[in-house]
């Protein structure tokens, strides 16, 4: 089982830049591919970006590909999501969510097992 904390949320202004944390906890990190969703009002919860056990393949949303990176460091037990060129569109919370030998095409929320809390993300105009 892992725990999730996301932090670095915030309000930035359109075009600038962002870096989302996720924290895990427990056992095997490195094991785990890993996954970052958002969540806007009165939307249902979408894919952003996911990342391979080892780092070594990642997927993206064609909304965010070229302006979002997603990177893990498996000594830290963190992965990160680097947002750039922020629109207000991307406007959401973005959860991290872990799924036990899971693969990166999975784009479904249901394909992953845990999840964190989330963390509010604000672009203004």
């Known amino acids: 089982q892992v725990q999730l904390v996301e932090s670095g949320g915030g309000l930035v202004q359109a075009g600038g830049s962002l870096r989302l944390s996720c924290a895990a906890s427990?056992?095997?990190?490195?094991?785990?591919?890993m996954g970052w969703f958002r969540q806007a009002p009165g939307k249902e919860r979408e894919f952003v970006a996911a990342?391979?056990?080892?780092?070594?393949?990642?997927n993206y949303a064609d909304s965010v590909k070229g302006r979002f990176t997603i990177s893990r460091d498996n000594a830290k037990n963190t992965v990160y999501l680097q947002m750039n060129s922020l629109k207000p569109e991307d406007a959401a919370v973005y959860h991290c969510?872990?799924?036990?030998?899971?693969?990166?095409?999975?784009?479904?929320?249901?394909?992953?097992?845990?999840w964190g809390q989330g963390t509010q993300v604000t672009v203004s105009s």
């Open positions: 969510a872990a799924e036990l030998y899971g693969s990166i095409w999975n784009a479904l929320p249901r394909d992953y097992h845990y």
């Open positions: 427990g056992r095997a990190f490195s094991a785990y591919a």
């Open positions: 990342i391979s056990w080892s780092g070594g393949s990642t």
